[in-house]
């Protein structure tokens, strides 16, 4: 089976009203969805990601890839997990792939949400800010969705550094 090692990150930023996370609404996954009549106007919300370039580190990535997919640059705050999942490949000979995404969490610093490469719009359909609580109830992945619960924890726990 081929693997795949990527990595990804949760960025937060504090407003007035509490914590933010940016997610990204993937291009694929729109095409897919549109397809399906029960699913039409449902948005499918990730968390921004990439694999792993050859030399780079996984925290690295994270923040490479935060940056390309939503237009905003973030520094690390914390490691968060390691999720697994498989999927087909829908193009070529249909191999399975089993695929890690390495997940940290990154505090805000600078950029505009949705600020992104005309190339990287083929796979980003749109960047948003959406309200971090209650945030696993938009997420499609089960995955990320226990990573956005461990960054509450963090934060909650670090409560007097991060306040919001
Ligand atoms: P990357 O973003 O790492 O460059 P990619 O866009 O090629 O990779 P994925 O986002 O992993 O690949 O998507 C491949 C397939 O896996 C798609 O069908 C997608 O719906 C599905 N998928 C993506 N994330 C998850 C997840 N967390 N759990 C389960 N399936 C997922």
Request: proline share 4%.
């Given at each position: ?75 690390i705050l914390a490691k968060l ?23 940290y969490l ?48 963090y ?10």
């Amino acid at each position: 089976m081929l693997r795949e090692i990527s990595a990804g990150g949760v960025l937060v930023r504090s407003t007035p009203e509490g914590w933010e996370l940016a997610v990204i609404e993937p291009q694929r996954e729109a095409s897919i969805v549109g397809q399906s009549d029960k699913k039409r106007h449902k948005e499918v919300l990730a968390l921004p990601k990439g694999l792993i370039d050859s030399g780079e580190k996984p925290a690295q990535t994270a923040v490479r890839e935060v940056r390309e997919e939503t237009g905003l640059t973030g520094s690390i705050l914390a490691k968060l997990s390691d999720i697994k999942y498989m999927y087909v490949r829908s193009w070529g000979d249909n191999q399975r792939v089993f695929k890690i995404v390495s997940f940290y969490l990154l505090r805000y610093e600078s950029g505009n949400i949705d600020d992104v490469s005309p190339e990287m719009r083929i796979e980003v359909k749109r960047a948003q800010w959406i309200p971090l609580e209650g945030a696993e109830r938009e997420l499609a992945y089960r995955g990320e969705r226990d990573v956005i619960r461990l960054a509450r924890e963090y934060l909650n726990s670090h409560a007097e550094e991060e306040r919001p």
